[in-house]
């Protein structure tokens, strides 16, 4: 006799679902160590040639030599255990029985007979007793239908009598005479209105109670004499001993009828002999300026006294009172209608851009004839205007190539000097700015044509006021600016602003010499009142997202997959793409290096255009930096990888090693985790608050009997009175390990056994059986009081490494619910993960730090999969590029720190290498038609995972 040993499924899986590749099977005794207690298996049926162990798999099928082969055995029963080519265990059974022996099998047709009979006649029963239930079911709800109609009959017959009884409740009358007169017909509790007598305090709403009539205080005439009564517009309010004029701030009369003695009033503005000089003072809200402070003029009742005026200068200060000699001083004071008239024309004018500041300037003027860039750590615009002028965008030839926030401040009036060469700002005024903000749009390359910058609000200044615009780049990144060499058309004799010192102040002088060597080019300030707006409806305009360097190597392809490039769905725009290297393809840009490419630094441009009119909506700069394919030839680098879950599997850190085979240069992982000589600090769950603090203690849970996967970081399961969240999943075939944090509840006791219950919605089987428990350790990097990274390498005797990724963010946004509150969640952040970042510069000064930012995530269908209607993709996508853009910005431009920025999510391709249901689901229940849905939402397949890895290796060969 001889038994057919197969697998549970078609094919054997590797730890992270892919099909198992040079992996090792181990067929032993039942109930013994299949490694240790061999026996004897074969090839054929008629077990004649023998099978050496281990049994070796390609592509998830056991083989023969190369070919695809079934295993057979004498026995019924044997054990069973799987490994990975990296000797990671995936499948351990001491008691496997799956054997393809006729005589069970007919057993088991027998046996399924026979229970099949006795499910019949129980059936049969069943029905037979429902259908009498049912019977007498709905008797009773016939009588229970027939009461209710009766009692409802009876409550609307109870409910009209009770209606009549009440009466009306509400009347009107033309007096209040007639009120009265009529008072033992209105039933109680009734409103009664008098609309037409003669005494007006008598008409409005009445409230009757049965026996006395009163006057409603929420009457609508009651309310506007309140009103009134309240607004020193309308009725002036009476100064009395202990008032304060600073508090006068409503518009409206404020009087003093009869003089008080002095110090009776605070800040009054007139004493005279001991005495408070009686008076009104009149508040008004709109000054010359136009800004909300009120004014007050005091008007004294002696005409010994003249008025007094003085406004409001800040949210606490007043200024002097002063005196008022005649009617023109009180004048000058306000707006005139001419001068009123005039500005909303200006301002009109300006929207419609009939009119605007440099209207005049042709492109060529604007665009310039060369460009500077010699120490442009600070950048701007100056002139004068003759009329008012309102802006929020400016057209003109700047731009920035560095990724990250540009800030602006406008000096006018006073904190602007004037000089033969225009208008500056000196070191003493640089404080005294009238607007500052950060650019919502700035150029980030030229395109040999004007540009926009937009700012983020609408700056407004004065007639005849000189005024500076000038930039700053949040890192000090150096500006790019068009100036012409010669005067001409338009052009003023004017130069353009700079500061060449890259420290934080806004100093600015002006370039030209005397005479003038470079000539301001021409700019305009335009108003779009289209772009106050939220950002929403047809007028939006997207943001590109891209890293500030892309790096390559020969051999290894590169990616910038569009969806990692923008917030919204980028299918809704047009993409354009600007490289001397690699290609345009339908989804982004890519380039596999060769022999024949020298390394170097590759400018490359993105743009997106409305996909309706073809319109430029945004654009993005970068570099492709290729890497020398015989960098650190024969030297070893030793390399450390901290991150979440997407780190967690070793899979990265795996394609470290591989790559490194046919390299010159030499890998040497540094950690804690994994199986040498992959070793990393991957945990499941973790996030940046994890990694700069004490960390938390995982619980992992040896399991088997799996049958649906739970979701990371959503499903709960309960054991022994406390909760835990899934954060890790090690499964192969139903067995392995689910590593969780603990929700709430105690720890359990380590070696402990049971089962887990599940205690929420999301994904996973409602209980799993766990043989045994172990706690896994908190932040190796705290020790117990502090980030200590140099200590981390000490205790665990590991090698200095030289080069430190830290690629975290996916657990910190997955639950954020708008982009604002991920924005403000980098700004706490970001200044947290440095501590871990400066604690590893403390350790070794040499280390080159790459800060990663993770790659966006599945479709729908995996977010549904995995956390049912609890999750979207659309927003977590969002999360992380927007989390990826701030990411860019804080660490954008400290390379000289040996802090660098790695875009290694931009080379992951998340349509086609996330895990899919690989063997098809039918469309629906009506059609077999199969499609292939992604089934995990966060984490990559291997495909993907090595993609991500393509890069890590790129950059430690480029830097």
């Not at 020193?232 to 009369?253: L, R, Y």
């Not at 290894?556 to 725009?573: A, N």
Request: hydrophobic share 35%; net charge negative; charged share 15%.
């Amino acid at each position: 006799m001889s038994n057919i040993i197969t697998p549970p499924h078609l094919i054997f899986t590797d730890i992270d679902g892919s099909p198992l590749n040079e992996g090792f099977v181990f067929i032993g005794e039942s109930g013994k160590d299949p490694v240790s207690f061999p026996i004897n298996v074969y090839w054929d049926e008629e077990k004649t040639e023998l099978a050496q162990q281990p049994i070796r798999t390609k592509n998830g099928y056991i083989i023969n030599g190369e070919l695809p082969a079934k295993i057979y055995t004498e026995v019924n029963n044997c054990s069973i255990s799987v490994s990975n080519k990296n000797n990671t265990i995936i499948l351990i059974e001491q008691f496997f029985e799956q054997l393809a022996l006729a005589a069970r099998v007919q057993e088991s047709v027998n046996n399924e007979t026979s229970r099949a009979q006795l499910a019949e006649a129980a059936l049969s029963t069943s029905i037979t007793n429902e259908v009498a239930r049912a019977t007498t079911a709905e008797t009773a709800l016939s009588t229970a239908v027939t009461n209710e109609t009766n009692r409802a009959v009876s409550a609307e017959a109870a409910i009209q009598t009770q209606v009549n009884t009440l009466g009306v409740g509400n009347k009107a009358y033309l007096t209040y005479a007639a009120m009265d007169a009529d008072k033992a017909s209105i039933p109680a509790k009734s409103k009664v209105m008098v609309t037409n007598d003669a005494t007006s305090s008598n008409n409005g709403d009445w409230q009757w109670d049965g026996t006395t009539f009163t006057k409603s205080v929420y009457d609508p005439l009651q309310q506007a004499k309140n009103y009134a009564d309240a607004n020193p517009m309308f009725k002036s309010v009476a100064i009395v001993a202990g008032n304060n004029v600073n508090n006068f701030v409503i518009d409206g009369k404020y009087k003093l009828s009869a003089n008080l003695a002095t110090g009776n009033l605070i800040n009054w503005p007139q004493d005279n002999a001991g005495f408070h000089q009686s008076g009104t003072i009149f508040v008004l809200g709109i000054t010359s300026a136009g800004v909300d402070y009120p004014t007050q003029i005091y008007l004294p009742y002696v005409n010994l006294f003249k008025m007094k005026v003085r406004r409001k200068i800040s949210s606490t200060t007043w200024e002097p009172w002063g005196t008022l000699s005649t009617l023109e001083d009180l004048v000058a004071i306000f707006v005139s209608k001419t001068e009123l008239t005039a500005s909303n024309t200006a301002l009109l004018s300006e929207i419609a851009q009939y009119s605007y500041f440099g209207k005049p300037f042709t492109p060529a003027e604007i665009l310039g004839t060369a460009i500077y860039s010699t120490n442009t750590y600070y950048v701007g615009l100056n002139a004068t205007h003759t009329s008012a002028v309102n802006f929020n965008k400016i057209k003109a030839r700047i731009w920035n190539p560095t990724v990250g926030n540009v800030e602006y401040r406008i000096f006018t009036g006073s904190a602007v000097s004037s000089g033969a060469q225009g208008y500056f700002v000196t070191s003493a005024n640089t404080g005294n700015y009238t607007y500052t903000g950060t650019c919502k749009v700035f150029p980030s390359s030229d395109l040999g044509d004007e540009s926009i910058i937009e700012l983020d609000q609408i700056i407004s200044i004065g007639a005849n006021s000189p005024f500076v615009i000038a930039f700053k780049h949040a890192s000090l990144a150096t500006f790019r600016i068009g100036y012409h060499t010669v005067l001409s058309g338009n052009l003023v004799s004017r130069g353009f602003n700079l500061g060449a010192t890259n420290t934080a102040g806004w100093a600015l002088n002006i370039t030209a010499t005397n005479p003038a060597a470079f000539i301001e080019a021409g700019f305009q300030l335009l108003l779009d009142v289209m772009t106050t707006s939220d950002n929403s409806g047809s007028d939006y305009v997207p943001t590109l997202v891209i890293p500030p360097k892309i790096y390559a190597l020969e051999g290894l392809e590169s990616h910038i997959y569009p969806e990692h490039t923008l917030v919204e769905d980028y299918k809704l725009y047009e993409h354009d793409v600007t490289c001397t290297k690699g290609i345009h393809k339908k989804r982004g840009w890519v380039w596999t290096p060769t022999s024949q490419d020298t390394a170097g630094t590759y400018p490359i441009t993105l743009a997106v255009h409305n996909k309706q009119t073809g319109v430029l909506q945004d654009v993005k700069s970068s570099s492709v930096i290729l890497a020398a394919k015989n960098a650190y030839s024969g030297i070893t680098k030793n390399v450390c990888v901290i991150g979440d879950s997407l780190v967690q599997p070793g899979v990265i850190t795996q394609r470290l090693l591989d790559i490194d085979v046919t390299d010159v240069m030499n890998i040497s992982l540094v950690g804690t985790r994994g199986t040498a000589p992959n070793k990393h600090e991957g945990r499941g769950g973790w996030t940046i608050a994890d990694y700069t603090g004490a960390g938390r203690t995982y619980y992992r849970f040896s399991v088997s009997g799996v049958v649906v996967e739970p979701a990371v970081n959503a499903t709960i399961y309960a054991y022994g009175g406390s909760k835990f969240l899934v954060q890790e999943i090690a499964l192969s075939r139903g067995s392995g390990t689910i590593t969780c944090s603990l929700s709430s509840g105690s720890a359990p006791t380590n070696g402990s056994s049971g089962t887990l219950a599940k205690d929420n919605t999301a994904a996973g089987d409602a209980s799993i059986a766990f043989s045994n428990v172990q706690s896994q350790p908190g932040n190796p990097f705290w020790d117990g009081s502090t980030i200590n990274f140099a200590n981390y390498l000490s205790v665990n005797s590991l090698s200095t490494p030289d080069y430190v990724f830290i690629q975290l963010g996916i657990n910190d946004t997955f639950n954020l619910t708008s982009d604002v509150a991920v924005e403000a969640f980098t700004s706490t952040a970001f200044p947290a993960l440095d501590t871990l970042i400066n604690s590893i510069k403390a350790s070794s000064a040499s280390t080159k730090i790459a800060v990663v930012a993770p790659p966006s995530y599945a479709d729908q269908d995996a977010f549904g999969y995995n956390y049912a209607c609890n999750q979207t993709s659309w927003r977590t996508k969002r999360n992380i590029i927007t989390y990826n853009k701030k990411l860019y910005e804080y660490y954008a431009g400290k390379e000289a720190q040996n802090i660098y920025v790695v875009g290694g999510g931009v080379n992951l391709d998340t349509e086609n290498n996330f895990p899919i249901f690989s063997d098809g689901v039918p469309v629906n229940s009506h059609n077999p038609k199969l499609e292939y849905p992604q089934i995990n939402a966060v984490h990559p397949a291997d495909s993907g995972y090595k993609q991500i890895g393509d890069v890590f290796f790129a950059f430690i060969k480029a830097v």
